[in-house]
């Protein structure tokens, strides 16, 4: 068991798990930059005040994982324990954000580098930064979770297996299954084109925030989505925050998703000297 320090930058859209229920995949880096992911977290069952945000600054024991081979995951010792110690904001062009985020961790330009680590077993947290950007898509999903696997989840919280001590499980409902997924289309420094999945949370809350208030249209809200982050993040100075998954970890020809954007502004020309 080891005490860590860390800032999370990474929250992904809610999965179900067979074993642990809704859960969520957070990830982050400790102060020397290294990278850290918390995994399983049921994040909606924790406490308001225990609801941490992105940047927030976690303090909290973890136990290295032995069921997941990727080198930076862990898991809570007590999840009562992931309440927020701290956050930084975004002051001064995001300037504290700027000096952990991109001044001491190693920012990745070119995939084969990272497909080679992790088929290597080296890496599976990384920032990259694309050399160009062609487009936003998305596709039509399955509209509701697997019934087979809510049913098997339900059944083992009404046997007491997921939690049982915990209230939330009498009235806890599963989150809405996102009826889209979307991805980004891109070039590295090699001129290679890719298109990756984006998981990060932010992405299916806008989606939902934005079927509200535009009365479920959703080919009005789609169109909403891509001008965010397409239109808009292509004015800053985009970077992705990538993982790979476990299950394809070491066999996919490549294993990497977008768990994350930062879409951090373009360093002020003052800055620089």
Same mark, same amino acid.
């Given at each position: ?44 069952r924790l ?54 985020? %991109?001044? $001491? #961790?190693? *920012?990745?330009?070119?995939? !084969?580098? @990272? ?32 019934a087979e ?72 809200? %789609?169109? $909403? #989505?891509? *001008?965010?982050?397409?239109? !808009?993040? @292509? ?37 620089l000297f």
């Amino acid at each position: 068991m080891a005490r860590e320090r860390v800032l999370i930058t990474v929250k992904t859209y809610p999965t179900l798990s067979r074993k642990y229920g809704e859960t969520v995949c957070t990830a982050g880096v400790r102060e020397d930059g290294s990278w850290l992911r918390l995994y399983p977290v049921p994040f909606r069952r924790l406490d308001e005040a225990e609801q941490y945000r992105k940047f927030d600054w976690l303090e909290c024991d973890l136990v290295r994982s032995k069921k997941d081979p990727r080198p930076e995951t862990w898991h809570p010792a007590d999840i009562k324990q992931l309440v927020p110690a701290g956050h930084i904001d975004t002051a001064e062009n995001w300037r504290e954000r700027r000096r952990l985020l %991109l001044d $001491k #961790v190693k *920012v990745h330009t070119r995939l !084969q580098t @990272l497909i080679d680590g992790a088929k290597a077993n080296e890496i599976s947290l990384a920032i990259f930064k694309p050399a160009k950007v062609t487009a936003f898509v998305w596709e039509g999903e399955e509209r509701e979770w697997d019934a087979e696997k809510l049913a098997e989840m339900r059944n083992r919280s009404d046997q007491g297996e997921l939690f049982a001590e915990e209230p939330w499980r009498q009235t806890f409902k599963a989150i809405p299954k996102l009826p889209y997924s979307f991805s980004y289309r891109f070039e590295d420094a090699d001129g290679r084109e890719s298109e990756m999945q984006v998981l990060d949370w932010e992405v299916e809350a806008l989606f939902w925030n934005c079927l509200q208030r535009h009365g479920g249209d959703e080919k009005v809200v %789609l169109e $909403k #989505v891509r *001008v965010k982050y397409m239109d !808009q993040f @292509l004015k800053t100075d985009l970077h992705f925050f990538l993982g790979t998954t476990q299950q394809f970890h070491f066999i996919a020809p490549n294993p990497w998703v977008i768990i994350g954007v930062f879409p951090i502004p373009h360093e002020r020309q003052g800055n620089l000297f």
